[in-house]
């Protein structure tokens, strides 16, 4: 099977896709807001849609091939934007596409592409809806050019608003902050091995009285190992942000508020950071995601195991599942399948 869909149960399985559409690697799976619907991209140039009945059987609503290599990324809008996609490949072309509506079956047309970029785009992630119809792009050459549609209604036409440069190396993934009533961040990541120990993660501030996104110090977020993936946590607090970067392990840091930034509009805010946790059971982790209230975080390795950690107490994080594609069933004893705690970390907070 390509992929399968699990729940916080060990071994639950609720099923497997064993005939799909694509016909090589599955690079991503991603879900709506709501969790009834998913797109997948592979390396075979197709993306397909898939909806979930009330039955909960998860049925092919469309499939179509894009791009002029493998179809590494694909995000959804919020819906509040319609049924919006956006694609991306190592042929250094985005796609956006949007479902034609009262067509059966579903027709997805491509209403903008980007062409900017000079090397293979890595990863793509739409804003919060609080902050317009807006797209993030990162390439090889770590380089983030941010996108705008300033009219929601006609997607053909979109706005360059920033170009970051947040490394000199390739930039493996990106995330936004949902935190409304803060000043909005961006983190970005590494996995280039030329890249210096201190150079493989790197947090943007959105300064909106100077309209620019400002680099805020790396000082006590610096990972040595390679950044596959990262992402903020969809629980909003007034008091800070919660990012997760998968560098090997999965370090938990907290970014709390300092300083109000009406204190000094044209400066950076200021944060305390403290890590928080370190996810750990030996094995290296390639993507993680949130649940949408953030109190579980679901990491898959690279040995194709796909693990969940659920928050507990006073910052104390549990394995409370885990799940192993029937192939490396055999590999099963290498794992360890006892639920394991860990502690909260008690090192010095780091300001900045």
């Avoid at 599955?26 to 009330?54: I, K, L």
């Avoid at 975080?297 to 549990?318: F, H, N, P």
Wanted: charged share 20%; hydrophobic share 40%; glycine share 4%.
């Amino acid at each position: 099977s390509l992929f399968s869909m699990s729940v916080a149960t060990d071994e639950q399985v609720l099923r497997t896709f064993d005939e799909m559409e694509h016909r090589d690697i599955v690079h991503q799976v991603v879900f709506d807001a709501y969790g009834r619907r998913m797109a997948t991209c592979s390396s075979d140039m197709h993306v397909c849609v898939w909806d979930r009945e009330d039955s909960g059987m998860w049925m092919k609503t469309s499939s179509w091939k894009i791009h002029g290599g493998p179809v590494w990324r694909v995000a959804w809008a919020h819906p509040e934007f319609g049924q919006v996609l956006a694609t991306s490949s190592n042929d250094r072309s985005v796609f956006v596409w949007e479902e034609s509506t009262g067509m059966t079956p579903a027709k997805w047309t491509k209403k903008a592409s980007f062409a900017d970029s000079r090397t293979a785009v890595t990863d793509i992630k739409f804003a919060p809806n609080f902050l317009g119809l807006q797209l993030a792009t990162a390439n090889s050459a770590g380089i983030i050019r941010l996108y705008e549609a300033p009219d929601i209604i006609d997607l053909s036409q979109w706005s360059l608003l920033h170009e970051l440069t947040p490394f000199y190396y390739r930039c493996s993934s990106i995330s936004w902050s949902n935190a409304q009533g803060l000043r909005p961040l961006m983190v970005a990541g590494c996995d280039d091995a030329d890249a210096k120990n201190q150079e493989k993660l790197a947090i943007y501030e959105l300064n909106e009285n100077v309209r620019k996104w400002v680099a805020l110090p790396r000082v006590g977020m610096a990972e040595v190992r390679a950044v596959h993936d990262v992402a903020f946590s969809p629980a909003v607090s007034m008091l800070g942000h919660v990012v997760a970067v998968a560098a090997g392990d999965v370090h938990l840091y907290n970014l709390t508020v300092r300083n109000a930034p009406s204190a000094r509009p044209a400066q950076p805010t200021s944060y305390m950071v403290q890590k928080i946790a370190v996810l750990s059971d030996g094995y290296k982790t390639w993507r993680l995601s949130w649940n949408v209230t953030g109190n579980a975080i679901t990491l898959c390795t690279a040995q194709g195991a796909i693990r969940v950690w659920k928050s507990m107490y006073l910052d104390e994080w549990k394995l409370v599942s885990t799940t192993i594609p029937s192939e490396r069933k055999d590999a099963k004893k290498k794992l360890a399948t006892e639920a394991k705690a860990v502690a909260p970390l008690h090192n010095p907070s780091v300001y900045y």
